[in-house]
Every structure is written in C-alpha cells, then in structure tokens.
C-alpha cells in the first residue's frame, strides 16, 4: 500500500516546474511551481466518473474509524469514495478521522487524489471568537485578522484545510437570524473586514500547515431575504445588487479566497445555484475569478423546490451550465452528471473548467506533496485550546464590546468595597455565550460573567438568576418544557438588588437563538426578561444592563430608563473575561455598532446609508404628507458607527485641500478631552449631492482606529479618489461623475462635523 501510494505521488511531480495562467488581467505569466501544468496532466488521466467525482462533496458519513458501512447509502457513499468519485468531505473531523478518510482517498483510488476537508470554521474551531457581527464592532482590522488565523490554525491541527467563511453579505434586516455571521449593513466596512477574514484564514503562504482556504458566502444576495425569514426569495434593484451586495465580494475576490459558496435564495426569479449571471457572467467572467464554486447545502435538488428546475437531472444541468463547480450533499452530480454528457446535454468542457478549479485549490494547499500534512496527532494536543489562541480570542473580544450608554458615569465599577448584584440567567451560563455556529466547542466551555467578575474579589458579589433563559420562544421551550412565564425566581433576583449598591443585569438571547434559520419576528428581551428588568429597576435604579446577542435588539424601554447600557454580543470562550474588565474598566471600550439599532421592529429594516425620498423632511407644523411614521422616530435607537467610552473625544478644524484634479485630502483634529486613554474610530462619510442615479444620504468611505493618551490631540487625514466618490451604475459599470460633494466626520454616523467640495 505504502509502494503504491509513492508510485502515485512521483507520477504527479514528474511534471516540469513551468506552466501558463491567466491572471486577473487576461494575461498570461510562468507560475514558478507549475501548478496549471499539473492541473492539466492528471485531467488527462482522468475518466469522466472520476473527474465529476471531483465535483462531489459528501457529508461525514460514518465513523472512519469503526466498521465500514456494508448497506443503505452510507455503504454507496463509501463505494464512491474507495473508487475516487469523492473531492471533498465536510464534517470529519480530529486527525484520526481525517487521515482514516484522507487514506482511503490516496491509498485505495486508482488516482490517488487526495480530499479537502471542509468544516464551518465560523468564529474558530474549539476555542472560540466572538461572533462575527460582535468582531466587525471592533472595526479592527488586524485584531480580526488575528482571529481567523487562530482559527486557522487550530482547524486545520485537527486536520481541516478548507473552512466555509467567511459569510460577506451585506444585511439590513435584523429579524434575519444570520446576520451575527456577517459585518453588518455597511459594504465599506464589510469589504475591509472580508479582506481581512480571507487573509487571516489564508496567510500569505496557502500550503503552510496552519492555514486553510476560505470561502466567501453567501453569492448571493441572500442578507436581503424578504421579512428576515431564512432561505427566502430576494428582490432587489441593479443599484443595490451593484454598490451594496457585490462590493465585499468583490473585495474577497481580489484579497485571493479561494471559493466562493451558493446562497438559497433566488435573485430575479432564478435561483443562485442555477443563476447563470451570477456564476457565469460576473464572478467567473467580468472578475476573471479562478476559484471554485461550491454550492450550499443540497441547493442544488432545492431548484426543484423551487420551481425551476423539474427532477434531479435538470437541476444538475442547470447548476454545472450556471457555474457551479461542486455539489454539496445533493447528489445530483455524481448521479446525473455522467448521462448528461452522453447525451451530448452538457458539454464536457464544462466539466474539465469545474475540476481544474477544484484541483488547482488542492494543489496549492499542498495536499499532492502531503495529503496528511494536516494529520499531526502531536500538533493537534499542543494547538488546540493552547494559551496563544485564548490569548487572542480574549483580545477580539475585549475590542468587539460596546458601550451604548453610560450616565452618570456609572461604568466603570469600583474595585473594592462595593456591594453588587448580578442578575440573569445569561451571567452564569457558560454555554450560551459560545454564540451560534460553533460545532467544535464544547458545551460550558465559555467563561461566564459570573466568573469573570468573581476574579475582582474585593467586592461583594451576589448572584441570582430571576428567570430561565427561553430560547425560540414557545418552539424550543416547549421540546424543553420550560414555562416561557415562569417569574418563581423574580423576587430572588429583586431581593438581591434591593441591597446592592449597583446591579448588573446580563440579559438577551441564548446563543441557539440567532444563526441559520433563526429568523425572529420580534427583536426585544425574549421571555420574562423585560419583565425582570423592569421588576428590579422599581427597587434599584442603579443598573447596568449587559446584553448578550446576535442581532441587534429593540430595547427602547432600557435606553429611556437604564443608566449604563453595554453590548458584549456572544464572545466566545472567553467572554466572561473580556466583560469583567471592560466593566471594571481594565479595558476602556472601544466598539462602534456595524448594524443600526432600531426603536421598534417595525422600522425593520433599517440603515444609515438610505435614500432619500421626494418628502424628506416635514415641510410644515403638523403636516402629515412626509415620509416617516405616525407612530415612531424615522431614527434609530442607536446609529451605525455608535459607541462610547470612558473618555470622550472632540472633533474640530476639519480641512479639505484639493491635491489634484482626481483626490482632494481631508484632515481633522480628534482630542481626547477626558482622564484616561481611549481608542476612538475617527469615521468619514460622503454624500453625492447629485448624481444620474440617486445617491444615499451618507456613505462611509473611511475610517481609521486611533488610541489617544489623555488630551493628546491628533490630526487624522483621509484621501478620496474618484474610487471612493464614484458609484456603479444600472449596468454594473463604475462611473466617476464630477459635480458637488459632502464630507462628514465624526465618531459614528451621526457626524459632527460636515463640509461641501467640488471635484
């Protein structure tokens, strides 16, 4: 076996180191490791089975390392994988299991073409990160960077190479569940914090052992499904398509990620798997993108569902010829595929294009040189859990947090001699706070703010939890027969505030309650905990209140009556940690919101960078015939870009000097006027006052994130270029139109500070 195996990998590197590509450009330039050539000489000793088994990607269907399946589909998926009709695999896991599989794929096919292992590396492996949408809040770049290595490298110890993020869909919608794996609203800042995933997940080095391919999800539009509801239609016009949806795509794309991924959705009545323009014609042919495409899970068969495609084989068909290279766990390709060219349906050439994608990515993890350099029993004991990888995931998530409201300068606490109450079922949970998408982890594993604050021993701490943390409403409560009313436990939690100096209440939603498929119709305390809040509050108004979530939240009551309102998201596994010294003021917090809060649900959805309409503003006292709410602020409770600290900022003498006929520079003074130091991100914002499309009021266009000593002062400078001030037009060219502008700068979207320039 040992021969054999030898024999295959001296075939594959007979291949001289020379060979032609097509860069992003259209030209052609020597790849010094040959690896189109490679590419092209093992297609040629492929059959037509054994290249569309390339295409075919099967969840972990067995244990590898039990007994072999010996009837029903699992035994057919094993016989496929013994006879080379297998590319990938997703969900195998642990250097045990995924070098028994990665052996039968390069010891037992006739080829020897090793797998790529994928998994949903969301927010890391084991030890966890933050939620994506709490680490956009930190708008560091390079901290989120930092977090997809770890994760890298921990993945890919326990042998993984290919992780399915990072998801870039721009969304607006809150009631959507997976917005807590994304950026948020802003494709400016979603572009940024894309680049840096992807760099951070790849490194500079794809064949090194600690990194892992990325995947830029979900292509696409699948953030704008109508209502929030997962998995729903999306119909959206060619300017939003254009400057809102495809730009951190874009940006993924050219920062190298090496797959793109399906979205469930249909865009224009086609869905995204089948959708030809979207595959076809911008990712692989406007952007010269040479990656591959995989598609979501089984939606390829889910054209059937939705209506476009009638059986299995027409929906291979309509996949392949759209530009879907693989087919995750549809089985549509390697069952379809092979008679759809025989019958001259579906050009073989198609087929070739998809594997050589697929087979150049694993060439370039190195997987032909090793196919178990991932498979190191002794690196998986000292990566995963180890004190570097907590030490980062620490770090994001102290810089993830948001303070949303701090009167009386009730934050930070003392360290000593104060009596303090913490409250809710969420301060003890060491769970919950593991967010969604976290298949690794495992359960208690996080730190609660039970913990975290039990490390500040000189005050009184006293702990009650006041109601059972209810997640999916009446759905789960009642799979765990909880009573979604149950207030037995209220008048602990009121008699442990009734004697406390401050009370700290960790409120929110239970980690399973946002992610895929948790779409909420309502977006406020799930449960009893507004009640809760409400009951301690009549006998201690002195509360700090810390939300843990996924989404942003509508808590509109707690912002009229709570003194110190802090957004600590789900943080992963050290997120007891990371909010103790925020809260005790070890570290002076710095996030800035990456999604609008709104006041009520029904402003949903809602986002800084709208259009305007033709009745703005109220033109009149008690006019009516305006564009707003009879019942509510057109504003959101809390703006995109907002977030306080424990020193405040002043912005003043803001400048902009033309520096040629293409740029002008923008500066700014930023102060820190309090005690302490901070970290402040200084935002810029542009409006186009008039434009042959219409433009939105506000568009972030840079920012940068400084730290500040005491009163120190500092002049921040932006450049804007005829890229920033530019649009794409209905036809998704990028146009340049002169004429009158506006600049913005402040710390959030609601800027202080504006001025007009021409260009």
């Known amino acids: 076996m040992k021969t054999k195996y030898i024999y295959k990998i001296l075939i594959l590197l007979f291949i001289f180191n020379s060979s032609c590509k097509e860069n992003a450009k259209g030209n052609t330039e020597i790849k010094p490791d040959g690896i189109e050539q490679k590419v092209t000489s093992l297609l040629a000793k492929m059959t037509l089975e054994e290249k569309i088994g390339q295409m075919n990607q099967y969840n972990g269907f067995w244990d590898v390392t039990g007994p072999m399946p010996s009837s029903g589909d699992a035994a057919k998926k094993y016989e496929h994988l013994k006879k080379g009709y297998v590319g990938s695999m997703l969900n195998v896991r642990g250097v045990k299991e995924v070098k028994a599989v990665q052996k039968i794929a390069v010891e037992e096919t006739r080829l020897g073409i090793p797998l790529i292992i994928g998994f949903d590396v969301i927010h890391g492996y084991e030890t966890l990160s933050p939620i994506p949408l709490a680490e956009a809040s930190s708008w560091d770049l390079e901290a989120i960077k930092k977090s997809a290595e770890v994760a890298a490298k921990e993945a890919a110890a326990a042998g993984i190479n290919w992780t399915f993020a990072p998801m870039v869909d721009i969304s607006r919608d809150a009631r959507w569940g997976r917005v807590m794996e994304g950026a948020g609203e802003d494709p400016f800042l979603g572009s940024k914090i894309a680049v840096a995933r992807v760099e951070g997940f790849q490194g500079d080095d794809l064949s090194s052992s600690e990194t892992i391919a990325a995947c830029a999800k979900h292509w696409a539009g699948y953030g704008f499904s109508e209502s929030g509801r997962d998995y729903n239609t999306v119909d959206v016009g060619t300017s939003t398509l254009n400057n809102i949806i495809f730009p951190p795509f874009k940006a993924a794309a050219d920062a190298g990620v090496k797959t793109f991924m399906n979205s469930f959705n249909e865009l224009n009545g086609i869905p995204a798997t089948g959708n030809a323009f979207l595959q076809r014609d911008i990712l692989k042919g406007k952007w010269n993108y040479d990656g591959f495409v995989v598609s979501d899970w089984g939606s390829i068969n889910e054209m059937m569902a939705h209506g476009f495609a009638e059986d299995k084989k027409a929906a291979a068909k309509l996949a392949v010829t759209a530009g879907s290279d693989m087919d995750m766990e549809s089985y549509a390709y390697v069952d379809e595929l092979a008679n759809l060219v025989s019958e001259g349906q579906v050009d073989e050439a198609l087929i070739d294009d998809a594997v050589k994608r697929i087979l150049r990515v694993k060439f370039e993890l190195g997987l032909f040189d090793d ?357 794409f037009d209905n036809s998704g060219v990028f146009v340049f139109e002169s004429g009158d502008f506006k600049v913005f700068v402040g710390g959030s979207s609601e800027t202080v500070l504006e001025q007009d320039f021409e260009l």
């Not at 907590?390 to 948001?402: M, Y």
């Not at 593991?434 to 490390?455: F, N």
């Not at 600290?645 to 740029?663: A, G, P, R």
């Open 371 to 727: 196919p178990y350099k991932y498979c190191d029993s002794e690196t998986e004991k000292e990566v995963i859990g180890s004190k570097e990888i907590n030490d980062a995931v620490l770090d994001v998530a102290k810089k993830s947090i948001v303070l949303l409201k701090n009167e009386n300068q009730i934050l930070p606490l003392k360290k000593s001699g104060q009596n303090i109450a913490l409250i809710g079922a969420l301060a003890a949970d060491k769970t919950s706070p593991l967010g969604s998408w976290r298949i690794a982890a495992k359960d208690s594993t996080a730190i609660s703010v039970l913990e975290g604050m039990q490390q500040y021993s000189e005050n009184k701490l006293m702990y009650a939890k006041g109601a059972d943390l209810v997640y999916g409403e009446t759905t789960f409560a009642k799979e765990l027969n909880i009573n979604i009313s149950d207030k037995s436990e209220f008048s602990e939690a009121v008699s442990v505030a009734k004697s406390a100096d401050v009370v700290v209440m960790v409120l929110g939603e239970h980690g399973f309650q946002s992610g895929e498929a948790r779409s909420r119709t309502n977006l406020d305390l799930p449960g009893v905990q507004q009640e809760l809040l409400e009951a301690v509050f009549s006998v201690n108004k002195n509360i700090v209140l810390v939300l843990n979530n996924g989404r942003p939240l509508a808590i509109t009551w707690a912002d009229k009556h709570i003194p110190a309102i802090v957004e600590a998201w789900q943080l992963g596994t050290q997120s007891g940690h990371a909010i103790a010294q925020v809260l005790y003021g070890d570290y002076n917090p710095s996030g800035k919101l990456p999604m609008s809060f709104p006041r009520h649900v029904g402003q949903v959805p809602i986002y800084y960078n709208y259009k305007n309409t033709g009745r703005p503003v109220i033109p009149a006292p008690n006019e009516v015939f305006w564009s707003h709410y009879t019942d509510e602020s057109n504003k959101p409770l809390y703006p995109f870009g907002h977030g306080l600290s424990y020193t405040t900022f002043s912005y003043s003498n803001l400048q902009i000097e033309k520096v040629n006929e293409d740029e002008v520079e923008v500066s700014v003074d930023v102060k820190n006027t309090g005690d302490v130091q901070g970290k402040e991100v200084v935002q810029l914002y542009i409006r186009d006052l008039v434009a042959s499309i219409t433009r939105p009021v506000k568009e972030l266009k840079g920012f940068e994130l400084i730290a500040l000593n005491p009163y120190e002062k500092r002049t921040v400078k932006f450049i804007l270029t005829k890229n920033e001030l530019g649009f």
